[in-house]
């Protein structure tokens, strides 16, 4: 892995990227240091280490290259950074999933195996590096003081942006040139839009940053490594026959270009850090999330991806789109994530979810213009992808319960009548959605009934289903309620160009 750090890196981290340098690197040297440092914080000999084991190896190599004072320091410095090298590395590899002897729930694949040591000493400097930056922004003083508190605000990273050089070398970092850039990028890692940085924000937008662009460090923290086989003897010899088999096939032959792979973006579980469909969701729901998902997270992958699609399909240049051109937008972007025929049905399927997100994201931002309210301006373009997934979820709930079968058929009528809901709401218990999850008896369903048949009229339509869905999440202040509630997001219009 080629150095990240930024070129005035302070001599802390210099110091502690160095000491775990060499156990990354794949030589007889590097493994033996590996060899040695497992034993270190496998302390009881059963192959795998846990966190704690893992930090006894870190302050081993600390104290080893420096006194007692400075090892301290370091390690104290940078250890909010273990436990995400930690946790990312112990994923990499599947182990057994039997209980280990004498633990509740932990398995093998809770811990570090040797398999996953030497990526683990690699997503330790990576994080290492990360929350170097991180510390030196928070409190706006190099590295942790009384001045901290853990999280970074607009203010701090201004200033950041404005005294230091630049960040480590990670992609987020590039083309920031000016105080534009910075705002944007300080929303960017605001994941929660909160006004405040987490370190878990920080180090996951700048995770999936790398991931999304194909870096060498993105290659790494994906962490999609394939079992290698040893090769005896007999492959060798096979491996050097076909080679020459296939050098006798290319004098007769012209080579075939070869495609560029496709890149994937790597999705978080929760669209726009707030909606997570349920384990019970259709394929259609997770298909139609998937086209729409890398439009509403807040990365810079994700936001040069909506400039461009916001550009398609804002055909005159006026910088509002109506309902017509988000529905080409969404027919088109079916197409692409799928093939035509999937991507028509599932255009038609979620259809009469298009104008409840519409409609809900048309007016958050406000500008001068009186006619803005009935069109999407590109400050509202992320949020509206974003309930096009969440509102497609809570179609997808009511596709299953009309007709009592799941998704639509000719038994569908568009409406949920009473006897539908009776039959259906004791499998809500799991259902992304609080107001229809904990309903218990059938008294009690019925009230809930009521309560979204807001006309009396014995039934339940589709926009009164997704009404009763918003108002419970704003009642209960859930992260999906204030998503939905649209307040917290109201901004000034923003130009794509």
Same mark, same amino acid.
Not at 105 to 113: F, K, Q, S
Not at 200 to 212: D, H, L, P, V
């Given at each position: 892995m080629e150095s990240i750090l930024a070129d005035h890196a302070s001599e802390d981290i210099r110091d502690f990227d160095t000491i775990f340098l060499p156990y990354g690197e794949k030589t007889t040297s590097g493994t033996e240091l590996r060899k040695n440092g497992f034993r270190v914080a496998d302390t009881n000999g059963n192959g795998i280490a846990s966190l704690a084991e893992l930090e006894l190896f870190i302050g081993s190599c600390l104290n080893k290259n420096h006194d007692k004072d400075r090892a301290n320091f370091l390690f104290k410095k940078y250890r909010p950074s273990y436990i995400?090298?930690?946790?990312?590395?112990?994923?990499?590899?599947?182990?057994?999933?039997?209980?280990?002897?004498?633990?509740?729930? &932990?398995?093998?694949?809770?811990?570090?195996?040797? @398999?996953?040591?030497?990526?683990?000493?690699?997503?330790?400097?990576?994080?290492?590096?990360?929350?170097?930056?991180?510390?030196?922004?928070?409190?706006?003083?190099?590295?942790?003081?009384?001045?901290?508190?853990?999280?970074?605000?607009?203010?701090?990273?201004?200033?950041?942006?404005?005294?230091?050089?630049?960040?480590?070398?990670?992609?987020?970092?590039?083309?920031?040139?000016? *105080?534009?850039?910075?705002?944007?990028?300080?929303?960017?890692?605001?994941?929660?839009?909160?006004?405040?940085?987490?370190?878990?924000?920080?180090?996951?937008?700048?995770?999936?940053?790398?991931?999304?662009? !194909?870096?060498?460090?993105?290659?790494?923290?994906?962490?999609?490594?394939?079992?290698?086989?040893?090769?005896?003897?007999?492959? #060798?010899?096979?491996?050097?026959?076909?080679?020459?088999?296939?050098?006798?096939? *290319?004098?007769?032959?012209?080579?075939?270009?070869?495609?560029?792979?496709?890149?994937?973006?790597?999705?978080?579980?929760?669209?726009?850090? &707030?909606?997570?469909?349920?384990?019970?969701? @259709?394929?259609?729901?997770?298909?139609?999330?998937?086209?729409?998902?890398?439009f509403a997270e807040r990365t810079i992958v994700c936001g040069k991806l909506r400039k461009e699609a916001f550009k398609s399909i804002d055909a005159n240049g006026n910088g509002k789109c109506s309902l017509a051109e988000i529905s080409e937008h969404v027919q088109k972007q079916l197409k692409i994530a799928h093939d035509a025929v999937r991507g028509d049905e599932l255009f038609k399927l979620f259809r009469p979810t298009y104008i409840r997100a519409f409609t809900a994201s048309k007016a958050i931002a406000k500008t001068d213009d009186p006619e803005d309210d009935n069109y999407i301006n590109f400050s509202?373009? #992320?949020?509206?992808?974003?309930?096009?997934?969440?509102? &497609?979820?809570?179609?997808?709930?009511?596709?299953?319960?009309? !007709?009592?079968?799941?998704?639509?058929?000719?038994?569908?009528?568009?409406?949920?009548?009473?006897?539908?809901?009776?039959? &259906?709401?004791?499998?809500?218990?799991?259902?992304?959605?609080?107001?229809?999850?904990?309903?218990?008896? *059938?008294?009690?369903?019925?009230?809930?009934?009521?309560?979204?048949?807001? *006309?009396?009229?014995?039934?339940?339509?589709?926009?009164?289903f997704c009404d009763y869905i918003r108002k419970k999440e704003m009642e209960n202040k859930t992260t999906l309620g204030k998503l939905l509630y649209g307040n917290a997001l109201k901004a000034k219009a923003v130009d794509p160009s």
């Amino acid at each position: 892995m080629e150095s990240i750090l930024a070129d005035h890196a302070s001599e802390d981290i210099r110091d502690f990227d160095t000491i775990f340098l060499p156990y990354g690197e794949k030589t007889t040297s590097g493994t033996e240091l590996r060899k040695n440092g497992f034993r270190v914080a496998d302390t009881n000999g059963n192959g795998i280490a846990s966190l704690a084991e893992l930090e006894l190896f870190i302050g081993s190599c600390l104290n080893k290259n420096h006194d007692k004072d400075r090892a301290n320091f370091l390690f104290k410095k940078y250890r909010p950074s273990y436990i995400k090298a930690y946790n990312s590395a112990k994923d990499i590899h599947s182990g057994s999933t039997e209980v280990l002897p004498g633990a509740k729930t &932990a398995t093998e694949d809770d811990y570090v195996c040797f @398999s996953e040591f030497r990526v683990f000493t690699l997503y330790l400097r990576i994080y290492a590096i990360m929350f170097d930056t991180f510390a030196d922004i928070d409190g706006e003083t190099e590295g942790r003081t009384d001045e901290d508190d853990s999280r970074v605000d607009k203010d701090e990273f201004l200033k950041w942006f404005h005294t230091s050089n630049g960040g480590p070398k990670f992609k987020v970092f590039e083309g920031v040139n000016s *105080d534009e850039d910075a705002e944007e990028l300080f929303s960017y890692l605001d994941t929660d839009n909160s006004g405040l940085i987490t370190f878990t924000e920080w180090s996951e937008s700048i995770k999936m940053e790398e991931i999304g662009e !194909g870096t060498e460090v993105g290659v790494l923290l994906k962490g999609d490594f394939a079992p290698v086989k040893k090769k005896t003897k007999l492959n #060798r010899v096979r491996s050097k026959e076909v080679k020459t088999t296939t050098a006798k096939n *290319d004098m007769t032959r012209p080579k075939s270009a070869k495609s560029k792979p496709k890149r994937v973006l790597i999705m978080p579980p929760k669209v726009a850090c &707030a909606y997570l469909p349920s384990n019970r969701a @259709s394929p259609d729901l997770r298909d139609f999330i998937q086209a729409f998902q890398p439009f509403a997270e807040r990365t810079i992958v994700c936001g040069k991806l909506r400039k461009e699609a916001f550009k398609s399909i804002d055909a005159n240049g006026n910088g509002k789109c109506s309902l017509a051109e988000i529905s080409e937008h969404v027919q088109k972007q079916l197409k692409i994530a799928h093939d035509a025929v999937r991507g028509d049905e599932l255009f038609k399927l979620f259809r009469p979810t298009y104008i409840r997100a519409f409609t809900a994201s048309k007016a958050i931002a406000k500008t001068d213009d009186p006619e803005d309210d009935n069109y999407i301006n590109f400050s509202e373009f #992320r949020v509206l992808n974003a309930y096009l997934c969440v509102y &497609a979820g809570m179609g997808d709930e009511f596709f299953r319960i009309d !007709g009592g079968t799941d998704g639509v058929n000719e038994d569908d009528d568009r409406r949920i009548e009473m006897t539908e809901w009776i039959k &259906a709401y004791r499998k809500l218990s799991t259902s992304s959605f609080i107001g229809l999850r904990g309903i218990k008896t *059938d008294e009690d369903a019925s009230t809930v009934f009521k309560e979204m048949d807001l *006309d009396s009229k014995g039934m339940v339509l589709l926009s009164e289903f997704c009404d009763y869905i918003r108002k419970k999440e704003m009642e209960n202040k859930t992260t999906l309620g204030k998503l939905l509630y649209g307040n917290a997001l109201k901004a000034k219009a923003v130009d794509p160009s």
